[in-house]
């Protein structure tokens, strides 16, 4: 794999045309959601919608439901998975990984070795019984080049954080890094991975700026209208 140089602009044009089409087939499918897919917790449900207004009633009570859905679990769920398709379809120096368990191979931009990266969300993404299943992965990297009389060093493997600092990295990722891996996270991994200074905070604004333009704000609120319809026939249900 050669080590190819990318215009940062070409990068960012590609960012924002590919998560703006992650974006606005989310905005697409929530403007398709319907109160029958959801099921609430009545116990506790009021809660929350106390959390987020001082009143409670259908409005609160459709936005408790709606926020967490929209803006939470389903957004971050699939944040990692989309970020590493990202990377592979416009990083020119990175490609899937062939290795079980690892997720992306690139070209170092500071040492112009092959590295073999498990790709992670955030750096408090991972709980302690991750750490044996990445180092796992990493001995099995080992072994697979034992066998095909490959060159790999300590520094190889790597896990890149798509975000945070490596200030902000959990205790989890610190034993990682104590047990001789490299973690990269954030600004740190994205000029590893291309070699562009200042990649990452401009990554960040192209995303929000997508996200700006997909129609995400409106579908949401046409799915709380939808929630909110929903709760005031069940009124009883909630005690409302």
């Given at each position: 794999m050669e080590n190819i140089k990318q215009s940062k602009q070409q990068i960012l044009d590609n960012a924002y045309t590919f998560f703006f089409k992650m974006f606005t087939d989310k905005a697409e499918k929530y403007r398709k959601k319907k109160y029958s897919s959801f099921t609430i917790n009545p116990f506790t449900i009021q809660a929350t919608a106390f959390a987020i207004s001082d009143a409670v009633n259908s409005d609160s009570i459709a936005k408790a439901v709606v926020y967490p859905f929209a803006l939470g679990t389903s957004m971050a769920t699939s944040f990692g998975t989309n970020t590493q398709k990202f990377i592979v379809e416009t990083v020119e120096n990175a490609v899937p990984s062939v290795v079980p368990g690892l997720d992306i191979e690139y070209i170092d931009s500071i040492d112009g070795e092959t590295k073999y990266c498990q790709i992670k969300a955030g750096p408090s993404t991972i709980n302690t019984?991750?750490?044996?299943?990445?180092?796992?992965?990493?001995?099995?990297?080992?072994?697979?080049?034992?066998?095909?009389?490959?060159?790999?060093?300590?520094?190889?493997?790597?896990?890149g954080v798509l975000y945070g600092t490596h200030a902000d990295l959990s205790s989890v990722y610190k034993t990682i890094e104590n047990d001789g891996y490299t973690v990269l996270a954030g600004d740190d991994f994205w000029f590893h991975l291309t070699g562009i200074q200042g990649l990452y905070d401009e990554l960040i604004e192209q995303v929000q700026l997508a996200a700006n333009q997909s129609g995400l704000h409106s579908a949401v609120k046409l799915m709380i209208n939808e929630v909110k319809a929903g709760i005031e026939s069940d009124k009883d249900i909630f005690g409302l």
């Open positions: 019984g991750d750490i044996e299943t990445i180092e796992n992965h990493f001995k099995g990297l080992r072994n697979l080049a034992r066998v095909n009389h490959l060159k790999i060093t300590q520094d190889d493997p790597v896990v």
